[in-house]
């Protein structure tokens, strides 16, 4: 065979070696987004039990390609050593709220007591349940008959409380719930009203549409002030994610829809904003007045507002720690190491929340222990990046961090900075859940109207409001505010009545 067929096979073969570890790396990919965890905590150990010592410098080369060129016999001595687990403290029976009603049951011995004297009570408590009621609130008034002359009378009766939904019969506490038993809780409409016809109530699909599209029209207003508030902060996390919508013009198909997502960490404010696609056209829309730093992932539809002077654009550490973790099945070693020194940047951020550092010294600390691991993290995928193949998980994830690494950096420089964009995606969860339940929004107006509640509701949940409570009090409130005072019923400004 000649030479030069011999470096075709040979080349050949290790395209063939390299397109198999790539779709190996995918299938795993795929198994863990299947069947896996999807936490992210990095343990350095191996699946046979080793640990793995993260310790390549920086000019190592791949440890699996070296030549064991001299084998050593080892001997070791074994020994045993006993380990004394402290036992954790008990800390007893769970205790039921106080505000919860109890039902006295008392129970007397089976024995003659007279004359006996009571020392007190054994206290057994039992949480119990009873379902959710329908009941009817009717309102009676009176009619009074007032003459006022001979031939004319006038009839006097009392006025209906004002309502939101002035025909509507549903009351504020069913319309509340059934929003937060869809948005928050994930139960689609028609298992509703399934739970409903369990109780012998039976209410059609097309009346509780009505009811749900009403409800959420009302609140317009309120998402409008809450979205203005929001887009006036100065630091604010940005994502987005997908939702599927029924579209009229793709008969038996949906549209892939997105919503956008905007964070405001320091306030504790969720913004959700409805898009037909992923283009860049949507947030540069919102963002046009925006002015002061947006932190991201690296999609590009972003990178137009790093060329604006009124904005600063950083990224999020865990994307970048998310491709490492990924490329462990490819070169543990290297992926190893920077998981290593990333633990190192995340148990500084554990410090200073655990801590409650105040700013001063959280600059302080990241610039004299943060800023010389991502020095050190910078230098040695500098000089690794002409060592891995570029196409291989290893190479695109110091590919992608390398691209990113000065506004990856970027946090240690303001203490109001955070490291990553994780923030954000725990609000985007309920949005996930919703999808695998309601499956899709049923037109893009019903997109629109989810993104109202999406976002009402995850502030409500960052400032610890009981979405019920608040969604009910707004829509009985709400006939009796103008625009003028509409801002008290915002979730981060509410306050429940004195009688809640």
């Not at 939904?165 to 809780?185: F, P, R, S, T, W």
């Not at 913004?271 to 690296?298: A, H, M, S, V």
Request: overall charge positive.
């Amino acid at each position: 065979m000649q030479t030069a067929e011999i470096i075709d096979y040979k080349h050949l073969f290790e395209q063939a070696q390299f397109k198999i570890a790539s779709l190996n790396h995918e299938l795993d990919n795929l198994k863990r987004m299947l069947f896996g965890s999807r936490q992210e905590r990095f343990i350095a150990e191996t699946a046979t039990g080793q640990v793995i010592q993260g310790t390549l410098d920086l000019n190592a080369d791949v440890i699996a390609a070296c030549k064991i060129t001299k084998a050593t016999k080892v001997t070791h001595q074994q020994t045993r050593s006993e380990v004394v687990t402290q036992r954790k403290e008990h800390h007893g029976r769970m205790k039921l709220p106080d505000h919860l009603r109890r039902e006295v049951i008392v129970l007397e011995p089976g024995k003659d007591i007279t004359g006996l004297r009571r020392l007190g009570y054994e206290i057994t408590e039992v949480l119990e349940y009873l379902p959710g009621e329908l009941y009817v609130k009717q309102y009676l008034r009176p009619v009074y008959v007032q003459p006022t002359s001979d031939l004319e009378t006038t009839f006097i009766t009392a006025a209906l409380p004002g309502r939101m939904l002035e025909k509507c019969m549903a009351g504020e506490g069913l319309l509340a719930q059934m929003v937060v038993d869809k948005y928050m809780d994930h139960l689609p409409i028609h298992r509703q009203l399934q739970r409903f016809e369990r109780v012998g109530v039976t209410i059609s699909q097309s009346t509780s549409n009505d009811w749900m599209r009403n409800t959420l029209n009302s609140l317009i207003g309120i998402y409008e002030l809450h979205k203005k508030q929001v887009l006036e902060s100065s630091y604010l996390h940005a994502d987005e994610t997908t939702i599927r919508v029924q579209d009229e013009n793709k008969k038996g198909k949906t549209h892939l829809g997105y919503y956008w997502v905007y964070h405001n960490s320091e306030q504790k404010l969720a913004l959700f904003d409805y898009q037909k696609g992923r283009g860049r056209e949507g947030p540069d829309e919102i963002l046009k007045n925006f002015k002061g730093y947006l932190q991201t992932d690296g999609y590009g539809t972003y990178d137009d507002f790093d060329l604006r002077a009124d904005i600063t654009q950083l990224h999020c550490m865990a994307h970048s720690r998310r491709k490492f973790s990924e490329a462990m099945g490819n070169d543990a070693p290297r992926a190893t190491y920077v998981l290593e020194r990333m633990q190192v940047l995340y148990g500084v951020e554990r410090r200073i929340k655990e801590e409650m550092l105040p700013p001063d010294q959280i600059i302080a600390l990241r610039q004299s222990e943060s800023l010389p691991v991502l020095k050190e993290l910078k230098e040695w995928m500098l000089i690794q990046i002409s060592i891995v193949l570029p196409k291989s998980p290893i190479g695109r994830a110091i590919t992608y961090s390398l691209k990113r690494w000065d506004k990856l950096s970027i946090y240690t420089t303001n203490a109001r900075l955070q490291i990553d964009n994780n923030s954000i995606e725990r609000e985007m969860r309920p949005v996930a859940l919703g999808r695998k339940n309601y499956m899709f929004a049923g037109s893009h107006d019903a997109a629109q109207r989810g993104v109202m509640i999406y976002s009402l509701f995850a502030t409500c949940r960052l400032h610890k409001i009981n979405p019920y409570n608040w969604l009910k009090d707004v829509l009985i409130r709400m006939p009796n505010y103008t625009t003028k005072n509409l801002h008290e019923l915002l979730p981060q400004n509410w306050k429940p009545a004195d009688n809640e």
